[in-house]
């Protein structure tokens, strides 16, 4: 299994990037797939997750109504989408792949990782 995550860069405060993570090995649409994030000193936090069905999504509170998690099926990729950028949602950002059922925010949780794409948002 590989999740291949990319898309992360730089920018200014209120900007947008685009996140994907490319999977081969597993199919997105048969995994709760999810992304969390890791600031340096501080522990990795969950950031948003995606049903199988892709019929419902969650969001930390801090990323709710700024970023949107969707997914493309025939490219078996998943995207996390994320405007209106703070400063302190720069981090290591991560895709993961859960094979259970139900949504979950704990990255203990997730069976399958990604390498991380770095995002720096200049204030």
């Known amino acids: 299994v590989q999740l291949q995550a990319s898309g992360g860069g730089w920018t200014q405060a209120g900007g947008s990037l685009r996140l994907s993570c490319a999977a081969s090995?597993?199919?997105?649409?048969?995994?709760?797939m999810g992304w969390f994030r890791q600031a340096p000193g501080k522990e990795r936090e969950f950031v948003a997750a995606?049903?199988?069905?892709?019929?419902?999504?969650y969001y930390a509170d801090s990323v709710k109504g700024r970023f949107t998690i969707s997914r493309d099926n025939a490219k078996n990729t998943v995207y996390l989408q994320m405007n209106s950028l703070k400063f302190e949602d720069t981090a290591v950002y991560y895709c993961?792949?859960?094979?259970?059922?139900?949504?979950?925010?704990?990255?203990?949780?997730?069976?399958?990782w990604g390498q991380g794409t770095q995002v720096t948002v200049s204030s």
């Open positions: 090995g597993l199919t997105v649409s048969r995994n709760i």
């Open positions: 995606i049903s199988r069905s892709g019929g419902s999504t």
């Open positions: 993961a792949a859960d094979v259970g059922i139900y949504l979950k925010t704990d990255a203990r949780e997730y069976d399958y």
